[in-house]
Each structure stands twice: as C-alpha cells, then as structure tokens.
C-alpha cells in the first residue's frame, strides 16, 4: 500500500515536474539556445579578433617605456578630450598590445609606434548579441541574466523530473527514435551538469549583477549605487578638476615588473587623464587563480598605493573576481577553452533534442505541428546559418556596427518565417544546414583572398582550418543521408 | 613532483571512479562499497588537482577534466549498444494540430499570459527582493559586508529559478498567484520594515 502510494506520488512529481521543465523551454528555448551558441563561439573571441585583422602585430611582450610611449602618443592624438586611457597588454589567445581611449582604439608596435586602428567588426557583435542580445544595455544584460536563471530553472525541473537519476547515467539507446532522443538528452544533462549550472548560474549572476545592485543602493546605501561594489573592486576617488602633466606610464610598469614577475599585466587604465585627479589601476593576472586578477593602484607620480584585494582580499571580493572567468572559460589556457567549447555544443544538443523529443511525442499522438517544427529547425540551423552570413558580410567589410544587427535579427526572422510557411522540417534543416557550410567556405576564400599576405600567420590559418572543419562537419553527414526531407512522422513510424 | 605527472595521475583516478560508479550502477543489484568508492576516487582525483595549482583553479580545473572524462564513458557505452531495430508503431490517427481542430480562447491567452508574468518579472522581483533582505540580514547578523553581497548574488538567481519551477508546477493559476505574492509582498514587506 506505502509502496503503491511512493510510486504514484514519484509519477505525479515527475509529470509535473515535466510540465515545468516543458513550460520554460517552450517559451525561452529559442533565446537560451542562442546564448548558447554564441556563448560558445565567444569563447575564441581573442582567436577572432586577430583572424579579424591578421596583419596587425603581434608580441609576447612589449616594455614598459614603448606601451607608455604608443599611449602618449595616441592620447596627444585625441580631439576630445579622454576620460580613460587603456593600454590591453598581449596575452596568449590575443598577442597584441591595444592602446584605448573613450573613443577610438590603436595597435601598439613593439618599438613604441602606433599602429593601425583596431577594427573587428563581427567579434564585437557576437559579444554583443551573447551579453546583451543586442538590447540597451543594463535592460539586456538583465534580459541575459533572467535567461541564465531560466536554464537553471530547466536543470533543476530536469533533475526532478528523473528518478533514476543514477541508475540509468550510462544508460545510451542508439538510433533515431524518441527513446534514442530521451537518453541522449537526459544523459548528456546529466553530465555535463556541472558546466551548465555554473555557467548558468555565473551568467545570472553577471547578466542580474545590476539590477540588484540598483535593489541594494536603493534599500542599504540611500541609492548611491557606487557602495555596492566598491568593497569589491575599490572605490573611485573623488574627481579634481584642474590640468596637470601626464601622469607617469612606464613607472608602474616598470615597478609592477619588478615587484610581481610572475603576474602577467592585463590592463593599465589611466583614470582621468591630465588632470589633477588622474589615478592609475594595473590589473595583473594570478596565473594559478580563478580570479581575473587584481588591482594594483598608483598614483598620478607612478608611488605604488597597494592591491584591492581580488587576489587576497575577502572571500566575498575572490568568489566576485572569480565569476568572469569561470563563466568565460578563459582560465586555464587552450585545452580549457578547448573543454568549454564541446560542452557548449553539448548544451546546444541538450537543448535542441529536448525540443525534438516534444515534436516526436506531439507526432505519436497524432498532434503533429510541422509548422512549429519547421520553426524551431530554422532557429537550431538558422542561428549558424545567419551568423556565419554576418561573418561573411563583415569580413567583406560591406557592412559593420548596427547593419550587422539588421541582418542578424531580420534574417533569422525571415528564415524562421519562410520555414514555418514550408512545413517541412526535415528539409528545412537539411537546406539550412547547406547553406550554412557554404557561407562557411565562401567567408574562409573571402578572408584568404583578402588577406593573402597574412594567410599563413598564426593569426590567421588556425580560424580558417577549424572554420573549414566546422563546414565539413556540418556538410559530411548531409552527404551521407538518403533523404533528407523525412518529417518526423516518418521518423517516429520508423524507429520507435 | 612535475604538475604533467600530477595531472596525469589525477585524471587516471578520476577514470578508476567513474568505472567504480558505471559498473556499480550497472549492476541489478545496489552496491554501496562500490558506489562510496566511486565517489570516493572522484573526489580524491579533485583533491590531487588541487596540487597543481591553487585550491581554487586545483578544483575548476579537477571538474572540467572529469566532465570530459565522463562524457567519454556515455560515449563508449553509447558506441557498445546495439542500434534499435526499427519496428512499427501504433499511432494515433494524424492530426495536424496548428488547422485548428482546437481554438484557443480569450481565457487561455489570459492564462498563458499571467503565467509568463508569474514566472518572469514577478518571479524575478520577489527574488530579488528576498536576496536583498538577505544581504540586510547578514549585515545585521555582522557577516562582512562582500560574503555577504556574494551570498545575495547567488540566491538571486537560484532562488529565481527554483521559484520559476515550484510555480510551474503548480496546476491552479490561484496557487500560482497566492504563492507569488506571498514571497514577493512578504519579503518587500520585511525590506520596508528593516531597511
């Protein structure tokens, strides 16, 4: 009787724990499978920027006298005056020293002389579009982070909605029916879980960071918003109006080299400067660490003022500090990012079979929607598809900034549009998939063509070959497959 | 001992566990020892990482390893079972749901809506309200001041989702909206009352 009574209560949690998981995917799954794709291939955002502009140069390292003097050089250059200046230090994924003011941003050489003014175009709407979706900004990173909040929601529905949870985690039925799509979504959750739901839950807490920050100033610091996180990254000084003389570049570089050797520096951010209230951060990376890094504080005449304490601060200030990089998979070199990357196309699975496993079941109940289906196939192959058609575009450089937001988001309006109309999804997802690796291989001849005098810089052929993959990837079991415009009821009839 | 060897040594008892716990719970019958001991290798393999670098990174970099090393095991055992036989099955009589055999009316549209508002903003607000009574709580209890602000960070959006969830589960729209503005009103109330 107790037994009778446990199964029914497990089945009524599992139905309605299904409900939950089905109601949330239903309504965000097209938006959350965005930010997983592009989450992933942001991922190599360094390796895209230098595929962007091969030709620009490159160094492991520069001294502290030539990054001072190609920051002088283009903050003299300025007509409006800078409230910061940067200089982006070389990095392993991304060699190359970066001089940015509020406005404009320059390649430094290793001599200390300027170099080309930094222009990668579709990095900075891929980055765009994973952290804001291309909305205003506080109102999109919020957006985001509700997002990330939602695939937490999913994982945990998802849990809750598997009593066999370990019993059946190696349990893998091979080929192409329903049973075959539940195993490979619920396995693949499973285990990768650990990536998912903190990556979720980093993305939330970067995305959501604002606006309860504007929750705590209003209720806890009279809505001064500012004392939320300076106990975190340190409090601003207070601005002092008046002009002075550049303040010392190459002195905290030179003192940063000597004092912490093993701390590679990220950034120099002059605050203000020329002016009487100029102050200077260094952020050094802590190359054993979660951490970003931290911030070591100058004054305008280069006297060392002390770290914020990222590094060795608070729990509180090395927890923050460390949620960046976890999120981003930038902390443990290319074999991480490497890692990161399959686990974010395994998300993208993840996602995409939990979606077909509800058009498979509609179909096995005689409740098919091949409208809707088609639909959902345009957005799982018109997202690659249309943004390797940005890709292409800008690397043409016929378009850049705010047009390659129109294309992204009419393209796959139209494409998601024009599928739903069709009613096909087999056949919507084979010519998307096509379509694809074609733009795939016309981008990676255009780029060649274009940059034939860098093609075989480290800059460039490691992108191209792995673009060319990704295209063979996608054409190969296209290729292989007898008819592609199979609906899933064919599919179901088949193989359940 | 150099960090490669270390690291190799990590990820090869990180492999030992994961076969401890594939074949304990491939077995028909349950096994502790095994599974303890599954476990027990895993969480070993996480503490050896450690040695390679700080504890920090030591463990991020012990998770990502035994992600991979897992997802490898789903793979051999996916590649070592038998593709299905196709077989026909009994299907319901085809319908094309989207012709319209079922309209939707004013009342389901209100339904859905209030839903997604549940779940979303209101969901999202009540969250935020709590996490912020919690920083005040915390700073009232005298817990320093960022513990505290990464605590209420975290909550915000775990809470999120878990109430995301425990409000889909519920069937009656009145629960839903009992449940949302007890959590949200209450916790408001409580910020008015202390802040």
Same mark, same amino acid.
């Given at each position: 009787?107790?037994?009778?009574?446990?199964?029914? $209560?497990?089945?009524?949690?599992?139905?309605? *724990?299904?409900?939950?998981?089905?109601? &949330? !995917?239903?309504?965000?799954?097209?938006?959350?499978? /965005?930010?997983?794709?592009?989450?992933?291939?942001?991922?190599?955002?360094?390796?895209?920027?230098?595929?962007?502009?091969?030709?620009?140069?490159?160094?492991?390292?520069?001294?502290?006298?030539? !990054?001072?003097?190609?920051?002088?050089?283009?903050?003299?250059?300025?007509?409006?005056?800078?409230?910061?200046?940067?200089?982006?230090?070389?990095?392993?994924?991304?060699?190359?020293?970066?001089?940015?003011?509020?406005?404009?941003?320059?390649?430094?050489?290793?001599?200390?002389?300027?170099?080309?003014?930094?222009?990668?175009?579709?990095?900075?709407?891929?980055?765009?579009?994973?952290?804001?979706?291309?909305?205003?900004?506080?109102?999109?990173?919020?957006?985001?982070?509700?997002?990330?909040?939602?695939?937490?929601?999913?994982?945990? *529905?998802? +849990?809750?909605?598997?009593?066999?949870?370990?019993?059946?985690?190696?349990?893998?039925?091979?080929? !192409?029916?329903?049973?075959?799509?539940?195993?490979?979504?619920?396995?693949?959750?499973?285990?990768?879980?650990?990536?998912? &739901?903190?990556?979720?839950?980093?993305?939330?807490?970067?995305?959501?960071?604002?606006?309860?920050?504007?929750?705590?100033?209003?209720?806890?610091?009279?809505?001064?918003?500012?004392?939320?996180? $300076?106990?975190?990254?340190?409090?601003?000084?207070?601005?002092?109006?008046?002009?002075?003389?550049?303040?010392?570049?190459?002195?905290?570089?030179?003192?940063?080299?000597?004092?912490?050797?093993?701390?590679?520096?990220?950034? +120099? &951010?002059?605050?203000?400067?020329?002016?009487?209230?100029?102050? &200077?951060?260094?952020?050094?990376?802590?190359?054993?660490?979660?951490?970003?890094?931290?911030?070591?504080?100058?004054?305008?005449?280069?006297?060392?003022?002390?770290?914020?304490?990222? $590094?060795?601060?608070?729990?509180?200030?090395?927890?923050?500090?460390?949620?960046?990089?976890?999120?981003?998979?930038?902390?443990?070199?290319?074999?991480?990012?490497?890692?990161?990357?399959? +686990?974010?196309?395994?998300? *993208?699975?993840?996602?995409?079979?939990?979606?077909?496993?509800?058009?498979?079941?509609?179909?096995?109940?005689?409740?098919?929607?091949?409208?809707?289906? *088609?639909?959902?196939?345009?957005?799982?192959?018109?997202?690659?598809?249309?943004?390797?058609?940005?890709?292409?575009?800008?690397?043409?450089?016929?378009?850049?900034?705010?047009?390659?937001?129109?294309?992204?988001?009419?393209?796959?309006?139209?494409?998601?549009?024009?599928?739903?109309?069709? !009613?096909?999804?087999?056949?919507?997802?084979?010519?998307?998939?096509?379509?694809?690796?074609? +733009?795939?291989?016309?981008?990676?001849? /255009?780029?060649?063509?274009?940059?034939?005098?860098?093609?075989?810089?480290?800059?460039?052929?490691?992108?191209?070959?792995?673009?060319?993959?990704?295209?063979?990837?996608?054409?190969?079991?296209?290729?292989?497959?007898?008819?592609?415009?199979?609906?899933?009821?064919?599919?179901?009839?088949?193989?359940? | 001992?150099?960090?490669?060897?270390?690291?190799? @040594?990590?990820?090869?008892?990180?492999?030992?566990?994961?076969?401890?716990?594939?074949?304990?719970? %491939?077995?028909?019958? %349950?096994?502790?020892?095994?599974?303890?001991?599954?476990?027990?290798?895993?969480?070993?393999?996480?503490?050896?990482?450690?040695?390679?670098?700080?504890?920090?990174?030591?463990?991020?970099?012990?998770? =990502?390893?035994?992600?991979?090393?897992?997802? @490898?095991?789903?793979?051999?055992?996916?590649?070592?079972?038998?593709?299905?036989?196709?077989?026909?099955?009994?299907?319901?009589?085809?319908?094309?749901?989207?012709?319209?055999?079922?309209?939707?009316?004013?009342?389901?549209?209100?339904?859905?809506?209030?839903?997604?508002?549940?779940?979303?903003?209101?969901?999202?607000?009540?969250?935020?309200?709590?996490? =912020?009574? @919690?920083?005040?709580?915390?700073?009232? @209890?005298?817990?320093?001041?960022?513990?505290?602000?990464?605590?209420?960070?975290?909550?915000?959006?775990?809470?999120?989702?878990?109430?995301?969830?425990?409000?889909?589960?519920?069937?009656?729209?009145?629960? %839903?909206?009992?449940?949302?503005?007890?959590?949200?009103?209450?916790?408001?109330?409580?910020?008015?009352?202390?802040?």
């Amino acid at each position: 009787m107790t037994a009778t009574v446990k199964t029914k $209560s497990n089945s009524q949690r599992v139905v309605r *724990s299904l409900h939950a998981h089905l109601i &949330i !995917a239903l309504a965000l799954g097209g938006l959350i499978y /965005i930010l997983a794709i592009t989450g992933t291939v942001a991922v190599f955002n360094g390796e895209l920027q230098r595929w962007e502009q091969p030709y620009a140069p490159e160094m492991l390292t520069i001294s502290p006298e030539a !990054a001072a003097q190609a920051a002088k050089t283009v903050f003299e250059g300025e007509e409006v005056a800078t409230t910061h200046l940067y200089i982006n230090f070389p990095r392993p994924d991304l060699p190359r020293t970066i001089i940015t003011t509020d406005t404009q941003a320059f390649f430094a050489n290793a001599d200390g002389s300027v170099g080309v003014k930094e222009h990668f175009p579709w990095t900075q709407f891929l980055l765009d579009l994973h952290y804001y979706l291309h909305l205003p900004q506080i109102f999109g990173l919020t957006v985001v982070g509700a997002l990330g909040a939602f695939l937490l929601a999913m994982s945990l *529905s998802g +849990f809750m909605a598997h009593p066999r949870i370990f019993r059946d985690a190696f349990t893998f039925r091979r080929g !192409a029916g329903l049973l075959p799509m539940v195993d490979l979504h619920n396995r693949l959750s499973v285990w990768t879980a650990p990536f998912h &739901i903190s990556n979720a839950l980093t993305g939330a807490l970067l995305g959501l960071a604002s606006v309860l920050a504007f929750s705590i100033a209003a209720f806890n610091f009279d809505g001064d918003l500012d004392s939320v996180f $300076s106990p975190v990254f340190g409090a601003e000084p207070a601005e002092i109006e008046g002009h002075a003389p550049l303040a010392d570049i190459a002195g905290p570089l030179r003192y940063m080299a000597a004092e912490f050797p093993d701390q590679p520096l990220t950034y +120099f &951010i002059l605050h203000d400067p020329a002016t009487a209230g100029q102050h &200077i951060n260094v952020i050094a990376t802590h190359t054993d660490r979660l951490i970003f890094g931290d911030y070591y504080n100058f004054d305008a005449h280069g006297q060392y003022q002390g770290n914020v304490g990222i $590094s060795d601060g608070t729990i509180g200030q090395q927890l923050i500090g460390s949620v960046y990089n976890i999120h981003f998979g930038n902390w443990g070199g290319l074999l991480v990012k490497i890692a990161y990357a399959i +686990f974010g196309v395994l998300l *993208s699975v993840i996602i995409v079979s939990g979606l077909r496993i509800y058009f498979l079941r509609r179909s096995q109940k005689g409740r098919s929607a091949p409208k809707l289906e *088609s639909a959902w196939e345009a957005v799982v192959w018109g997202t690659p598809m249309v943004l390797v058609a940005t890709l292409l575009v800008a690397v043409t450089g016929i378009i850049d900034g705010i047009a390659l937001v129109v294309l992204f988001w009419l393209g796959l309006s139209i494409t998601v549009f024009a599928s739903a109309l069709s !009613a096909n999804p087999r056949a919507v997802g084979y010519r998307l998939r096509v379509a694809t690796a074609t +733009f795939l291989l016309i981008t990676v001849a /255009i780029h060649g063509f274009i940059n034939a005098s860098s093609l075989f810089t480290a800059a460039a052929y490691p992108v191209s070959i792995v673009l060319i993959g990704l295209a063979s990837v996608v054409l190969v079991p296209l290729i292989a497959r007898s008819n592609p415009t199979k609906g899933s009821d064919e599919l179901v009839a088949e193989h359940s | 001992m150099p960090n490669l060897v270390i690291q190799l @040594l990590a990820i090869a008892v990180a492999i030992a566990g994961t076969w401890m716990l594939q074949a304990a719970w %491939r077995s028909a019958q %349950r096994s502790w020892p095994k599974i303890l001991a599954g476990w027990g290798l895993v969480l070993a393999s996480l503490c050896i990482w450690t040695y390679t670098s700080a504890v920090d990174k030591g463990v991020a970099l012990g998770i =990502t390893a035994w992600v991979v090393v897992a997802t @490898l095991f789903l793979c051999a055992a996916a590649m070592k079972s038998p593709i299905r036989q196709a077989r026909p099955v009994k299907k319901k009589e085809a319908t094309v749901a989207v012709t319209g055999a079922h309209q939707i009316t004013k009342r389901e549209i209100f339904r859905h809506a209030l839903t997604v508002l549940i779940i979303g903003p209101l969901a999202g607000l009540s969250a935020m309200a709590v996490s =912020t009574l @919690l920083l005040i709580v915390m700073q009232a @209890l005298k817990v320093e001041y960022t513990a505290g602000l990464a605590t209420a960070s975290i909550v915000f959006p775990l809470l999120w989702g878990g109430l995301a969830v425990a409000l889909a589960y519920q069937r009656k729209l009145l629960t %839903r909206l009992i449940t949302i503005f007890s959590v949200g009103i209450g916790s408001l109330g409580f910020l008015l009352i202390v802040s």
